[in-house]
């Protein structure tokens, strides 16, 4: 009796200690200044590995009448700062996109609407969760599989609103081609919002909840 009460409080505190390692970020999303829907990245340490899950809900309407929609999952694997699978699919306004890779052997096999591509073994997708990506040169774009070179610019210290309170973060502009990111960290290298150009010379902003 002794020993199963002594396996259940071991049990417990295992998975207390896993789920103490899960981070969550999730953002209010805005077309200019009007709720379009949700992003939420949730991201889970197990051993060595960490599991990343995003998925994406937009929805944007004039006057009742739906002009355009999005939904967006995907599941991302990582071993330290090396990206080593990764499944997604996405509806945008009934546009099918599907990405799937897999690390093998040296390098990292990527299949997606944009085509298949060989990758070095410690590749990074847009994971802006992890400021480590800012240091690369290329990323894989997990919408449609393409891979971008980007240009990241030196961090200029702001002040943000977060969650109704002014504080200070290091701005970012990253350029890959026709994306154009402005991302914003904490001092501790938290991500703390995005914004980045729409259609029509619109503005989409995340909004951490």
Known sequence: MLNKIALMIASLVFY????????EWRFQVYLDDKKIGTHDFVL???DKQRKLKSEANFEYRLMFVKLYGYEHENTETWVGDCLTGIESKTDANGKPFKVSGSLQGDRFLLRGTAGEAE???CS?????????????????????GEVHDIEVSEPE????E???????AYRYLL??????????????NEWLALET????????????L
């Open 16 to 23: 207390a200690s896993v789920a103490a390692a899960d981070q």
């Open 175 to 188: 350029d890959a081609g026709e994306l154009k990111i402005e991302l914003w960290y904490s001092e501790d």
């Open 124 to 144: 990074m997708s847009f994971a802006y969760w992890n400021p480590v990506f800012l240091q690369q040169e290329r990323l894989i774009n997990v919408q449609n």
């Open 119 to 121: 990758l070095p073994s």
């Open 157 to 160: 210290l702001v002040q943000i």
């Open 197 to 208: 150009d729409a259609r029509g010379g619109r503005r989409l902003r995340y909004q951490l």
């Open 162 to 168: 977060v969650r109704g309170v002014m504080q200070p």
């Open 44 to 46: 889970q340490q197990l």
